[in-house]
């Protein structure tokens, strides 16, 4: 599955932003799909999480400021960012867990990343 980021640009702190990323491709379904992030000069961290189901994880530093939603039936999972911070500022990536058959294992996929910037 491929997996298209977008959203991303320069925000005030404060700020908010929404985040998209759009699944394509012949699969048999796609299980959790999730948001990582990676600040300047940082390790990559899982920002927020949703399950095939619906159920939800976030990181501790954005819980109560992102919200993470799904849309089945347009592939696509959004990332809403409110109150943003600079620290907030990093490469977003998505990522989804599909089966490319019914008894397929599952893999993972990864979209090619939308930069964030929150700067006055």
Excluded: H
């Amino acid at each position: 599955v491929q997996l298209q980021a977008s959203g991303g640009g320069l925000v005030q702190p404060g700020g908010s932003l929404r985040l998209s990323c759009a699944a394509s491709g012949n699969v048999f379904s796609i299980g959790y799909m999730a948001w990582y992030r990676q600040a300047p000069g940082k390790e990559r961290e899982l920002a927020a999480r949703i399950s095939g189901g619906g159920s939800t994880d976030y990181a501790d530093s954005v819980k109560g400021r992102f919200t993470i939603s799904r849309d089945n039936a347009k592939n696509t999972v959004y990332l809403q960012l409110n109150s943003l911070k600079p620290e907030d500022t990093g490469v977003y990536y998505c990522t989804a867990g599909y089966r490319k058959y019914k008894y397929s294992d599952l893999f993972d996929s990864w979209g090619q990343g939308t930069q964030l910037t929150v700067s006055s």
